[in-house]
């Protein structure tokens, strides 16, 4: 808020312009070091940092990101940041960044392969499919500590789709509602009592396009990003990512 202030960027109210900043968080207490956590300074950085070329996997928000949580922190995988554009007709770009914090896994919608997920056990890395275990009666309550006190009880998947078309608050919102099915096509289980997950969308261009084939485009960036996140993971040693088990 204070970088978008400096440069008179906000809601005017004639003696001042007020940044009206939305934001999310993930809860990512279940491995690292709690105490250090993202400050007033830290903000304003990265306002100063912003490019064009935005890095993936274990960085920023996707530091302490983690997906795969039925049976507790022990026995999930490594999540992350990913990001994706899809181009459309007549110049129509639609991308998205998104930040997997998941307590289900992770698919390759295409071939229904678990990308990052449960494991079967602490110390394997063979994966568990936990939608296929929770059908079967396992709960999360069975495992660990109680849900209060058990950090991967708690999970978030944030994301961010973007486009240069040109559109009216309620477009906007609806292309937010149509990408968000992405979701449910690259983790499973989705939207569980577990987790918060949200969309955030933003037009800022002037191309014409229709606001189903926006959703589209945002629902198909969300999927890639979504495997980008936890294929550009490092585990830091902690929990296994991807490449440590599909290498």
Do not use: W
């Not at 569980?192 to 945002?218: C, E, R």
Request: hydrophobic share 40%; net charge positive.
């Amino acid at each position: 808020m204070a970088f978008l202030e400096e440069r008179g960027k906000g809601f005017d109210v004639v003696k001042t312009k007020i940044p009206i900043v939305p934001t999310a968080i993930i809860f990512d207490f279940g491995i690292g070091d709690h105490r250090i956590r993202p400050d007033f300074q830290m903000g304003y950085q990265a306002c100063l940092n912003a490019s064009k070329k935005v890095e993936e996997g274990s960085v920023g928000v996707g530091t302490g990101a983690t997906v795969g949580k039925l049976f507790g922190i022990e026995r999930a995988m490594k999540g992350g940041v990913g990001t994706s554009s899809m181009q459309g007709p007549e110049g129509l770009i639609v991308g998205a960044l998104v930040v997997v914090n998941a307590f289900g896994d992770v698919m390759n919608p295409s071939s229904n392969q678990i990308l990052a997920g449960a494991r079967k056990s602490k110390n394997s890395l063979h994966l568990a499919n936990s939608t296929k275990c929770m059908k079967q009666g396992v709960t999360r309550k069975q495992f660990g500590a109680p849900i209060a006190s058990d950090p991967s009880a708690f999970n978030t998947t944030l994301a961010v789709i973007a486009t240069n078309a040109n559109l009216s608050k309620k477009e906007i919102h609806q292309v937010a509602q149509i990408a968000h099915s992405g979701l449910a096509k690259v983790i499973s289980p989705l939207h569980t009592t577990f987790d918060g997950d949200l969309i955030f969308s933003i037009a800022y261009g002037k191309k014409k396009s229709d606001v189903n084939t926006i959703g589209l485009l945002g629902e198909a960036a969300l999927i890639e990003s979504v495997k980008r996140a936890v294929m550009k993971a490092d585990g830091f040693g902690v929990l296994p990512a991807y490449k440590d088990i599909h290498t």
